[in-house]
């Protein structure tokens, strides 16, 4: 009887994946197993030396041990613990779970099915024991851990497997601090059963219960998104399927116009990801750099030379004290002396925090450019008013302010300068989705 409901369970898990995704993931599981299956043999002998090169070191399982092999490069180390720790989790009706390191086809088939096409209920027990190997409620400090390798490994594996799309990491910056901004801003959708956010260092002692844990899942699509990409990418499984969502496939856009220009974005990928999450779905394919202040030198009319009619476009600023913010154009730049733009257009921060902020409904003061009018202030800025914008760059290149007591009134963004009238260091201007015919 017990034989049969294993087998059943087991069955139902195997009939998610179509013919040719099981022999997929048949494949993989032969390589990291060892076993000689046609297709895991190659990659079998190839992880079989590793392994005998690491077994003294690591007094647990082969399948631990070809899981780091076989992800060795793809995948930083703590990543594979972790998948090892979510796939040894899966118990087996009529199986107690301890037994042997090794893990049983079945827990992979299930660990397969659950986090690649599971319902936040399917994933979450496998979650709970990728932050932590023991039951019960988890820290926020190991939240945080987590999911920082999470993030780190999806930047990790894309670059490892030529995935980047134009990006790379010479040519954006360093992306740890990165990495730190966007944990930090999926940790801020943490929220205890009565509602509260803890922030700082609370949040990192607090203790979370699982059903807390499962709503952040369920709210923060990004930690399936990004476990979806290490799996597929770390152990190069289903990669290549066509079921894959347009949330993985434009997880990073294409990146057109700054291969080889020998200048560095002020976006790092992680802020990338993030951005492009919030950009209507239609855009978020490509980004091309129109305007760089470093390759096009200091100066406003360069700048509406390189960005007017040019379709929607993301403008990003660093001020002298290093914070990094910008906004989100909805519509082509216009020289013009009315405001412009509908309510899709945001403001956001990448450094000291990643965030975005969005219209509030309490006026349409979207975006505004404007350049050689004698009555009218000349300049481009997006919400608020007149002389007070949420965000502002004056004609008068290198001058700006960003005003907000307490908000803008606009997208209901704080003041995300480091002071309230700044000192441009550095601007650049994408274009987002396909560049308009004309």
């Known amino acids: 009887k017990m034989g049969n409901a294993e087998s059943n369970a087991y069955q139902n898990h195997l009939s998610r994946f179509l013919p040719e995704e099981q022999s997929d993931i048949d494949a993989v599981f ?11 043999a190659k990659n079998a002998k190839a992880t079989k030396k590793t392994t005998l090169v690491i077994l003294h070191l690591y007094n ?9 092999a076989h992800t060795r490069e793809p995948l930083p180390e703590q990543m594979s613990v972790r998948l090892y720790n979510g796939m040894k989790s899966i118990e087996l009706p009529g199986k107690s779970a301890g037994l042997g390191e090794q893990v049983a086809k079945e827990q992979f088939v299930v660990f397969m099915s659950n986090l690649l096409k599971g319902n936040a209920d399917e994933k979450i027990t496998i979650i709970m024991r990728m932050i932590s190997k023991a039951e019960g ?11 920082e390798d999470l993030i780190t490994s999806v930047v990790h594996v894309l670059s490892y497997r030529k995935e980047l799309k134009g990006w790379n990491l010479e040519n954006t910056r360093d992306s740890a601090s990165g990495v730190k ?4 801003q999926l940790l801020s959708e943490l929220k205890l059963a009565d509602g509260t956010k803890p922030v700082g260092a609370q949040l990192l002692e607090t203790s979370f219960a699982p059903s807390v844990i499962e709503d952040w899942v369920y709210r923060v699509p990004q930690i399936s998104v990004f476990l979806s990409v290490v799996i597929r990418q770390g152990l190069h499984v289903l990669h290549s399927l066509p079921d894959q969502t347009s949330d993985i496939v434009n997880l990073l856009p294409r990146c057109k116009g700054i291969k080889g220009r020998g200048v560095v974005s002020l976006f790092d990928i992680p802020s990338v990801i993030y951005i492009n999450s919030h950009l209507p779905a239609e855009l978020q394919h490509k980004w091309q750099l129109l305007f760089s202040s470093r390759l096009h030198g200091e100066s406003f009319s360069q700048l509406c030379a390189h960005i007017v009619n040019k379709g929607p476009c993301i403008v990003i600023l660093k001020d002298l004290d290093g914070h990094l913010f910008g906004g989100f154009a909805s519509q082509s730049w216009e020289v013009k002396p009315q405001f412009q733009g509908d309510n899709r ?9 990643l965030a975005v902020y969005t219209y509030t409904g309490y ?5 505004y450019l404007n350049h050689g009018q004698q009555t009218m202030p000349n300049g481009l800025g997006m919400g608020g008013q007149h002389g007070y914008f949420g965000l502002w760059i004056d004609s008068d290149y290198g001058k700006g302010h960003s005003k907000a007591k307490p908000r803008c009134t606009t997208y209901n963004s704080p003041q995300l300068s480091a002071k309230e009238d700044f000192t441009l260091d550095a601007m650049e201007v994408w274009a987002v989705g396909d560049l308009p015919e004309s």
């Not at 032969?30 to 895991?40: C, E, F, Q, R, T």
């Not at 647990?60 to 780091?68: E, N, T």
């Open 363 to 367: 006026n349409d003061h979207f975006m």
């Open 345 to 353: 257009c945001f403001l956001f921060s990448v450094l000291p925090s």
């Open 60 to 68: 647990v399982s082969k399948m631990f041990l070809s899981l780091q």
């Open 137 to 147: 409620p988890v820290k926020g400090k190991q939240i945080q851990e987590f999911t």
């Open 181 to 184: 901004a966007l944990a930090s």
């Open 30 to 40: 032969d390589a990291l197993s060892g076993s000689s299956g046609s297709a895991g």
